[in-house]
Nanobody
Framework: QVQLVESGGGSVQAGGSLRLSCAAS????????MRWFRQAPGKERELVAA???????IYADSVKGRFTVSRDNAKNTVYLQMNSLKPEDTAVYYC??????????????WGQGTQVTVSS
């Protein structure tokens, strides 16, 4: 069974840092674009950062200069380093990945989400 497993969420004070990880497991051949989204209570899910297999990245304006997305292609894992955290970064963070399966089919998967809480 193919799945994305996230880890690294938690509670931190404003100005602190957290590092999220998301690992794809199962019958996977490779991974293409990988992304981090977040959803705060009462708000729509929004794209935070994305990275291509080749390492090109994009960021939401609200996190530019504070968050860094990276990946390990050999491990089919994506990371989100979050620095200078603000209370408005509080949300459930989800990873999303375009995976190439062992049968060479392509499909997008979502992680289960991990809570990030930033207190002032």
């Amino acid at each position: 069974q193919v799945q994305l497993v996230e880890s690294g969420g938690g509670s931190v004070q404003a100005g602190g840092s957290l590092r999220l990880s998301c690992a794809a497991s199962g019958s996977i051949f490779s991974s293409n674009a990988m992304r981090w989204f977040r959803q705060a209570p009462g708000k729509e899910r929004e794209l935070v950062a994305a990275i291509t297999r080749g390492g090109s990245t994009i960021y939401a304006d609200s996190v530019k200069g504070r968050f860094t997305v990276s990946r390990d292609n050999a491990k089919n894992t994506v990371y989100l380093q979050m620095n200078s955290l603000k209370p408005e970064d509080t949300a459930v963070y989800y990873c999303n990945a375009d995976l190439v399966l062992s049968d060479r089919g392509n499909r997008a998967y979502w992680g289960q989400g991990t809570q990030v809480t930033v207190s002032s």
